[in-house]
């Protein structure tokens, strides 16, 4: 096929533009593929952290036209006019927040002969506001296609657009971040780690709907039940807090379990991940709301067995105690039973198992396998 994908990629750092980077070198190995990305994104209100980092390059697109200005009519425009010059049978549209829905809008309305394909990251945001959905209907009823991660995005996605061609899929994994394929104990030599240590890693960004409180609540239950056992445990932290971060440490303080926390507060380059999921032995998400998380997926890419709340698409992707375990969310006793669980009973080997199983279903080629689908279905 012929297409076009529209969507951010490196200097962007959001996972998204990894998602988009990673998609487009699959899609490029059978494909004739352009990639369109943006001039500007967001509006700095919008996006408080840095919007770009060009020192992590290692999924450059060096073929990559940034030419869509987000908040500019006439880039919209002429991004239209660019794509039917080039008449692609497709074009790849990244859907994440109604944000973009007049930029979107116009570019969609204007193209003229081919089919689009929506890949709805979340159909409705996270944080809803008043017309979000006037706003994300608007927009996708523009497509012929749809992909989503998520059951519950399918099913948010089918109560604005009841016939919606529309395909669930798992997010593919992230497998770029195994950099110097590292080993639990040098990445435990590099953080500081004793090899007998019992480790836990909460990943990414710190928001309230990501349950970093319920994890903290879990680890308390864990040493107060006991106390000896829990001084192997450490839970390493590693993403933005955006200035949530005084709370988060008065709660800590409050529930003295300091001694058991480790927290790196910031944006994590791509060269730094491979260490903290190398030296992690679970990956805990204890999310009291969500669609997907890439986050899973990295965890995989590493072998790690996840931990996550049953909400949104996760239970899609983590099975229970075959690749990790699930607990109903806002409940740091469950949590606290599946760690002591976890380590107690050395579930590591049986969960990297799973995990192997399922490495195909979670690959970009059977994303591209979907993809190629559609167009054999038109």
Not at 14 to 20: F, I, P
Not at 259 to 273: K, Q, Y
Not at 331 to 348: H, M, Q, T, V, Y
Not at 360 to 372: G, K
Request: aromatic content about 12%; some cysteine.
């Amino acid at each position: 096929m012929k297409i076009v994908m529209i969507g951010p990629v490196y200097p962007y750092t959001s996972g998204l533009s990894y998602y988009v980077s990673l998609l487009y070198r699959q899609l490029c190995k059978h494909h004739d593929v352009t990639l369109l990305s943006y001039s500007f994104q967001y509006p700095q209100f919008m996006y408080k952290r840095p919007q770009k980092d060009y020192e992590e390059d290692s999924l450059k697109i060096e073929e990559a036209q940034y030419v869509l200005h987000t908040a500019n009519p006439f880039s919209c425009l002429k991004t239209a006019r660019l794509i039917n010059s080039i008449n692609p049978d497709l074009v790849i549209f990244q859907w994440l927040h109604p944000y973009f829905a007049p930029c979107y809008t116009i570019v969609a309305r204007h193209i003229k002969k081919s089919r689009i394909l929506f890949m709805c990251h979340n159909v409705f945001p996270h944080e809803r506001f008043p017309l979000d959905r006037f706003l994300t209907k608007m927009t996708l009823k523009h497509g012929d296609h749809f992909t989503v991660h998520a059951k519950s995005d399918a099913d948010d996605l089918l109560s604005i657009l009841p016939d919606a061609d529309l395909k669930v899929t798992v997010h593919p994994t992230y497998n770029f971040f195994k950099l110097k394929d590292m080993s639990k104990s040098e990445a435990r030599k590099i953080l500081n780690i004793d090899e007998d240590t019992n480790v836990l890693l909460f990943f990414g960004l710190v928001r309230p709907y990501k349950g970093l409180q319920h994890l903290l609540d879990a680890l308390k239950i864990i040493k107060d039940e006991d106390p000896e056992n829990s001084r192997k445990l450490l839970l390493l932290v590693a993403g933005d807090f955006s200035g949530s971060r005084p709370e988060y440490d008065e709660k800590i303080a409050s529930l003295g379990i300091g001694s058991l926390i480790n927290i790196t507060d910031g944006h994590i380059p791509i060269s730094e991940v491979e260490k903290f999921f190398a030296a992690s032995d679970l990956v805990v998400l204890p999310y009291e709301d969500a669609t997907q998380s890439g986050v899973i997926q990295v965890a995989y890419s590493f072998d790690k067995p996840v931990l996550a709340t049953r909400v949104g698409g996760l239970p899609d992707v983590v099975f229970d105690k075959e690749t990790g375990y699930l607990v109903e969310p806002k409940r740091p006793d469950l949590i606290a039973e599946s760690i002591k669980d976890f380590f107690d009973n050395d579930r590591a080997e049986v969960l990297g198992a799973g995990i192997e199983r399922e490495k195909y279903r979670y690959s970009w080629d059977r994303m591209e396998e979907l993809i190629t689908e559609f167009n054999k279905e038109k």
